[in-house]
């Protein structure tokens, strides 16, 4: 897989291409000057998947309302649904099928709304390229890291711009914005609200999960285990390179949060 040149190409093709930003992508790039940058790059639509991540929080909560007897693990990491399903399978009954990722969510609605026009998801994970070619090849995703977009930036000598006009053609100022944190998707949905005190699992960190997910097999009280594979959340992720400290990134992702606007 070299997702770089396909972008390079089908920039020069000039393809229809929408962007689908990542909620971790404020700690990387300012706003709006990266929305500035994407339309210079060829970008026709601009997408925040905090957008999708909306959606996802819509499905899991219907999924515990129907079945309110089960538990789940969620699902929007590749990472850790790769590892269960590989490495712990007999875990596997507990994760959240059905429930979109936000990236997956995102791509519906560009599809839906843009007809014609290719997702690009730009974001800190690496295993959401795989998540894009094994799990839903259908939606024709192209996922590139921050640190990939800033290759091809530099290839077509995109230089930092800003259009005080510019901003997302489809945004999201609720909680979701702040998904890339740990327990993003818990706190966002309300569900630290609805659920009793000990029946939420928040954690993140490869050191962290084995031992979560097997404390969440044998403990019926946790009814939801809200897992991340990268520290901190995605805001860890290896598409990010930052001298910004973990609770830099954090700040980062609650001052855009903060704007109250697209």
């Known amino acids: 897989m070299n997702e770089v040149n396909t972008?390079?190409?089908l920039i020069n093709k000039k393809e229809k291409l929408a962007a689908m930003m990542a909620p971790?992508?404020?700690?990387?790039?300012?706003?709006?000057?990266?929305?500035?940058?994407?339309k210079k790059l060829g970008f026709s639509y601009t997408v925040e998947v905090a957008v999708g991540a909306k959606k996802t929080n819509e499905q899991l909560l219907r999924l515990?309302?129907?079945?309110?007897?089960a538990r789940y693990i969620t699902s929007p990491c590749p990472t850790v649904v790769r590892m269960i399903r590989k490495q712990m399978p007999q875990y596997e009954?507990?994760?959240s099928h059905g429930v979109d990722s936000p990236m997956m969510a995102t791509a519906k609605i560009v599809i839906e709304k843009y007809p014609g026009y290719k997702p690009v998801f730009i974001g800190p994970c690496i295993v959401k390229k795989l998540e894009a070619i094994e799990d839903v090849p259908d939606l024709n995703i192209l996922v590139i890291t921050y640190t990939e977009l800033k290759q091809i930036l530099g290839h077509f000598n995109i230089s930092e711009e800003t259009n005080p006009d510019d901003k997302f053609d489809i945004s999201e100022t609720g909680l979701t914005r702040m998904y890339a944190l740990d327990g993003g998707l818990s706190h966002s949905s309300g569900l630290t609200d609805q659920m009793q005190e000990g029946e939420i699992k928040i954690v993140s960190g490869t050191q962290n999960n084995i031992q979560a997910i097997k404390e969440f097999d044998t403990n019926p009280k946790?009814?939801?285990?809200?897992?991340?594979?990268?520290?901190g959340g995605c805001i860890g992720g290896p598409g990010i390179?930052?001298?910004l400290t973990p609770e830099g990134r954090k700040t980062k992702i609650l001052e855009f949060f903060q704007r109250k606007s697209s």
């Open 7 to 9: 972008l390079i190409e």
């Open 93 to 95: 009954k507990y994760l």
């Open 222 to 231: 946790i009814r939801l285990l809200d897992i991340l594979n990268c520290p």
């Open 24 to 38: 971790s992508f404020p700690i990387v790039f300012s706003y709006p000057t990266i929305i500035t940058m994407l």
């Open 241 to 243: 390179i930052s001298s």
């Open 64 to 69: 515990l309302k129907e079945n309110p007897d």
